[in-house]
């Protein structure tokens, strides 16, 4: 059995989430990430001399699992970590957990069950990271940073924002160009790095699109969570990542000379309106100079870390920074520092995103594009109102990947899109005030809802409300099929329930239907042989990017086709479905195996429920190996629907209220075969109920039949299964 990636983050989610008891989720994952940090190492790095990490004796995961049930866990395991920490010059950074804090663990059995639980977790067959490639392309793929999500999900308002969602993180690292890396030497900067997330998806864009690993640099005022960045970045393969602790506008830590280290890349999504920013920071005597183009109110920390992140690039830096939607319109020293970052040049994008994507905070946000490289010459700044592209996701929204797309590729191309996007020249922009803020520049393509008043009193449909439909303008025949024009108004022609089965035969939508499906196949079989290939070479990343964009291309230019919603229906069907079989063919080859589904009760008792198979759906299997037997199970399943049909009709026929099968009924509502032969033997001594002791008996008859054939049909199936194993062996 190969468990898939979602079971697997599902299956140890739910687990780890129910030892959590009353400790906070923001204090817990500490605990869950530090043991799946140990086990990370250890498959990856034990037993390996050329290693750049170091899996001491007494340091590893497996110390962890000898320790399991022991009084002296907690002991145990801090001693670990600590070996571990003092092999690699992590101390301070992974040991800082204490394993054994009674307050927050419990004491005595409590405390040992739930560390020796919380080891069982990752103490896991399936969890095995030896084959991890860290590169986007793993095969048992990123617990870590699933992990993170959730906790930052179930952390709450004040402590979720130390994970920047990954999809908004995608965007901002495929906007800033690091698909134009050409060294090693080139390096990326985020100055509130929380979790390390943000970053890290920096650095995976730049070596998927070029193989080259740039050099990551993060600081965080946080030391529990700049920890966790750390780690984080270990467990993606960039160990070397420098990782700070610190306030980075008070005591920036990057320093060249005393002077801010600069960066060819740099992402930001710090903490929204910061009251107290200037805690420890002079902006009047700055010896960093950061705020030579004003100076943000005191009570607002926006524009400094904006200002920061600007003069923390080289001269031909690019960035980006997640703020709220107020940077663009506020007044007064903002309005200036705005003005001034206009002129200069620096500001090369604006993409306003949905409200409600960030876990810190549900109001709207914007990505603020920095581009220094040729300022001087930029005539306008290129801006986005992405906020109606999303899909909810239980309390929070979250963009699709075809928001994702849209945004990328329209950005890079500088494509305007009515009600979506166009490049503002600076001179308009002056002409407001320099107020960026979206609605200005960009009007949503909404009609307004108007009201016909003689269409409401006297029935039909305004003439404009059809003649404006795009289908029916491509569909002229249609038209004329459904509706009669009489004045102003249309009229339908045809029972409203005949409009489906008209639309369905008529010879334009027919050939529209055809011509979207020759299409399809055609993207199918050129497509083919890319799927067939799929080995344990295949970067998976650039597979599902090389069949989406050409899904995308082969309905561009179609008239009623939404290419986005295609290319939706992929990417769906992706991550529910088909990067996981990917990731089995990967790892496992082309074998379909199907196997047994064992489940424990209640009692603790393993209960066999069948088999099924991962790569293959159950039926495809049944129907290519097992004809023979099938056919049997089938013609049992016909006589099973046959008696069951019986067994309802002869209730049906003799039911209603004193009926003789409204007696035999339990305190359930059912009928049993003990119910039936008891209320028999009882009718039995008396003559005048015949009758009911006939229709008692046929259906008691019938009720043994259905047992008798799903006892069959259950013997098949194990006959199958066993036949299966004969096969396989």
């Not at 999504?269 to 107290?276: A, C």
């Not at 009669?484 to 008529?506: F, R, T, V």
């Not at 399943?637 to 009926?659: A, D, F, W, Y």
């Given at each position: 059995?190969?468990?898939?990636?979602?079971?697997?983050?599902?299956?140890?989610?739910?687990?780890?989430?129910?030892?959590?008891?009353g400790?906070?989720?923001?204090?817990?994952?500490?605990?869950?990430?530090?043991?799946?940090?140990?086990?990370?190492?250890?498959d990856?790095?034990?037993?390996?001399?050329?290693?750049?990490?170091?899996?001491?004796?007494?340091?590893?995961?497996?110390?962890?699992?000898?320790?399991?049930?022991?009084?002296?866990?907690?002991?145990?395991?801090?001693?670990?970590?600590?070996?571990?920490?003092?092999?690699?010059?992590?101390?301070?950074?992974?040991?800082?957990?204490?394993?054994?804090?009674?307050?927050?663990?419990?004491?005595?059995?409590?405390?040992?069950?739930?560390?020796?639980?919380?080891?069982?977790?990752?103490?896991?067959p399936?969890?095995?990271?030896?084959?991890?490639?860290?590169?986007?392309?793993?095969?048992?793929?990123?617990?870590?940073?699933?992990?993170?999500?959730?906790?930052?999900?179930?952390?709450?308002?004040?402590?979720?924002?130390?994970?920047t969602?990954?999809?908004?993180?995608?965007?901002?690292?495929?906007i800033?160009?690091?698909e134009?890396?050409?060294?090693?030497?080139q390096?990326?900067?985020?100055?509130?790095?929380?979790?390390?997330?943000?970053?890290?998806?920096?650095?995976?864009?730049?070596?998927?699109?070029?193989?080259?690993?740039?050099?990551?640099?993060?600081?965080?005022i946080?030391?529990?969570?700049?920890?966790?960045?750390?780690?984080?970045?270990?467990?993606?393969?960039?160990p070397?990542a420098?990782?700070?602790?610190?306030?980075?506008?008070?005591?920036?830590k990057?320093?060249?000379?005393?002077?801010?280290?600069?960066?060819?890349?740099?992402?930001?999504?710090p903490?929204?309106?910061?009251?107290?920013?200037?805690?420890?920071?002079?902006?009047?005597?700055?010896?960093?100079?950061?705020?030579?183009?004003?100076?943000?109110?005191?009570?607002?920390g926006?524009?400094?870390?904006?200002?920061?992140?600007?003069?923390?690039?080289?001269?031909?830096?690019?960035?980006?920074?997640?703020?709220?939607?107020?940077?663009?319109?506020?007044?007064?020293?903002?309005?200036?520092i705005?003005?001034?970052?206009?002129?200069?040049?620096?500001?090369?994008?604006?993409?306003?995103?949905?409200?409600?994507?960030?876990?810190?905070?549900?109001?709207?946000?914007?990505?603020?594009?920095?581009?220094?490289?040729?300022?001087?010459?930029?005539?306008?700044?290129?801006?986005?109102?992405?906020s109606?592209g999303?899909?909810?996701?239980?309390?929070?929204?979250?963009?699709?990947?075809?928001?994702?797309?849209?945004?990328?590729?329209?950005?890079?191309?500088?494509?305007?899109?009515?009600?979506y996007?166009?490049?503002?020249s600076?001179?308009?922009?002056?002409?407001?005030?320099?107020?960026?803020?979206?609605?200005?520049?960009?009007?949503k393509?909404?009609?307004e809802d108007?009201?016909?008043?003689?269409?409401?009193?006297?029935?039909?449909?305004?003439?404009?409300g059809?003649d404006?439909?795009?289908v029916?303008?491509?569909?002229?025949?249609?038209?004329?099929?459904?509706?009669?024009?009489?004045?102003?108004?249309?009229?339908?022609?045809?029972?409203?329930?005949?409009?489906q089965?008209?639309?369905?035969?008529?010879?334009?939508?027919?050939?529209?239907?055809?011509?979207?499906?020759?299409?399809?196949?055609?993207w199918?079989?050129?497509?083919t042989?890319?799927?067939?290939s799929?080995?344990?070479?295949?970067?998976?990343?650039?597979?599902?990017?090389?069949?989406?964009?050409?899904?995308?291309?082969?309905?561009?230019?179609d008239?009623?086709?939404?290419?986005?919603?295609?290319?939706?229906?992929?990417?769906?069907?992706?991550?529910?479905?088909?990067?996981?079989?990917?990731?089995?063919?990967?790892?496992?080859?082309?074998?379909?195996?199907?196997?047994?589904?064992?489940?424990?009760?209640?009692?603790?008792?393993?209960?066999?429920?069948?088999?099924?198979c991962?790569?293959?759906?159950?039926?495809?299997?049944?129907?290519?190996?097992?004809?023979?037997?099938?056919?049997?199970?089938?013609?049992?399943?016909?006589?099973?629907?046959?008696?069951?049909r019986?067994?309802?009709?002869?209730?049906?026929?003799?039911?209603?209220e004193?009926?003789?099968?409204?007696?035999?009924?339990?305190?359930?509502?059912?009928i049993?075969?003990?119910?039936?032969q008891?209320?028999?033997?009882?009718?039995?001594?008396?003559?005048?109920?015949?009758?009911?002791?006939?229709?008692?008996?046929?259906?008691?008859?019938?009720?043994?039949?259905?047992t008798?054939?799903?006892?069959?049909?259950?013997?098949?199936?194990?006959?199958?299964?066993?036949?299966?194993?004969?096969?396989?062996?």
């Amino acid at each position: 059995m190969a468990l898939k990636k979602t079971q697997l983050y599902n299956h140890l989610w739910e687990t780890a989430n129910a030892l959590r008891g009353g400790i906070d989720p923001s204090q817990y994952k500490d605990y869950v990430l530090t043991i799946l940090f140990v086990k990370y190492v250890t498959d990856k790095y034990k037993n390996d001399p050329d290693a750049y990490f170091v899996v001491p004796e007494g340091g590893s995961f497996d110390e962890l699992v000898e320790a399991k049930g022991k009084v002296d866990i907690g002991e145990r395991i801090n001693k670990v970590l600590a070996k571990l920490a003092e092999e690699n010059e992590l101390k301070g950074v992974i040991d800082q957990v204490d394993f054994d804090d009674s307050s927050k663990l419990g004491t005595g059995k409590e405390k040992v069950d739930r560390l020796t639980r919380l080891i069982n977790i990752f103490d896991n067959p399936e969890l095995n990271f030896s084959k991890n490639r860290a590169d986007g392309d793993d095969i048992l793929g990123d617990v870590y940073e699933y992990f993170m999500k959730q906790f930052a999900s179930e952390a709450g308002k004040s402590k979720g924002q130390f994970y920047t969602p990954a999809e908004v993180s995608r965007i901002m690292a495929r906007i800033i160009g690091v698909e134009k890396v050409t060294s090693a030497a080139q390096t990326a900067y985020d100055p509130t790095c929380g979790s390390g997330s943000l970053l890290l998806k920096v650095a995976v864009q730049a070596k998927e699109e070029t193989g080259i690993e740039i050099s990551l640099y993060g600081q965080e005022i946080d030391p529990d969570v700049a920890n966790l960045a750390k780690m984080n970045m270990i467990m993606h393969g960039m160990p070397t990542a420098e990782i700070e602790k610190g306030n980075t506008l008070a005591n920036p830590k990057f320093l060249d000379n005393g002077k801010l280290k600069t960066f060819d890349f740099a992402v930001a999504n710090p903490p929204f309106s910061q009251k107290n920013w200037m805690n420890g920071v002079d902006p009047q005597n700055d010896p960093y100079k950061r705020f030579e183009d004003g100076i943000p109110p005191a009570k607002n920390g926006d524009y400094a870390f904006l200002l920061h992140l600007i003069k923390s690039l080289k001269p031909k830096g690019k960035g980006a920074i997640i703020l709220p939607h107020g940077v663009l319109f506020r007044g007064n020293a903002e309005q200036e520092i705005r003005k001034n970052l206009i002129k200069r040049g620096y500001i090369k994008g604006i993409i306003g995103l949905p409200a409600n994507l960030f876990y810190g905070t549900g109001i709207p946000a914007v990505i603020i594009v920095i581009d220094k490289e040729n300022a001087r010459q930029r005539k306008g700044i290129f801006i986005i109102d992405a906020s109606e592209g999303y899909r909810k996701d239980g309390a929070k929204n979250r963009l699709r990947e075809r928001d994702i797309h849209k945004i990328v590729t329209t950005f890079k191309n500088f494509e305007e899109i009515p009600g979506y996007s166009r490049m503002v020249s600076f001179q308009e922009i002056e002409q407001n005030d320099f107020n960026l803020n979206i609605p200005r520049y960009i009007e949503k393509n909404q009609q307004e809802d108007i009201q016909d008043i003689p269409a409401h009193l006297h029935g039909g449909i305004p003439a404009y409300g059809i003649d404006n439909l795009k289908v029916l303008n491509e569909f002229k025949d249609l038209k004329t099929q459904l509706f009669d024009l009489k004045g102003q108004y249309y009229h339908l022609k045809i029972p409203a329930d005949e409009i489906q089965s008209i639309i369905e035969q008529n010879s334009s939508v027919r050939e529209f239907k055809n011509r979207g499906l020759e299409k399809f196949r055609d993207w199918a079989d050129k497509n083919t042989p890319l799927l067939q290939s799929i080995g344990e070479d295949t970067k998976v990343s650039k597979l599902i990017k090389h069949l989406s964009e050409s899904l995308l291309t082969i309905y561009k230019d179609d008239k009623l086709i939404d290419e986005y919603a295609v290319f939706q229906i992929l990417m769906d069907y992706w991550d529910e479905e088909m990067k996981d079989d990917v990731y089995l063919i990967i790892e496992k080859g082309w074998k379909a195996e199907p196997y047994r589904i064992i489940v424990k009760n209640k009692q603790g008792k393993n209960i066999d429920k069948g088999w099924t198979c991962d790569l293959l759906p159950k039926n495809i299997v049944k129907d290519e190996f097992f004809k023979e037997e099938m056919e049997v199970i089938k013609r049992l399943e016909e006589q099973k629907e046959k008696v069951e049909r019986n067994m309802q009709e002869l209730l049906e026929e003799n039911s209603g209220e004193g009926s003789i099968f409204e007696e035999v009924k339990n305190d359930k509502g059912n009928i049993t075969k003990k119910e039936l032969q008891k209320k028999i033997n009882e009718f039995s001594k008396n003559p005048e109920f015949k009758d009911d002791i006939a229709l008692l008996k046929k259906y008691l008859d019938l009720t043994k039949e259905l047992t008798q054939i799903k006892r069959q049909t259950k013997n098949k199936e194990k006959e199958l299964s066993k036949e299966y194993q004969q096969r396989k062996n």
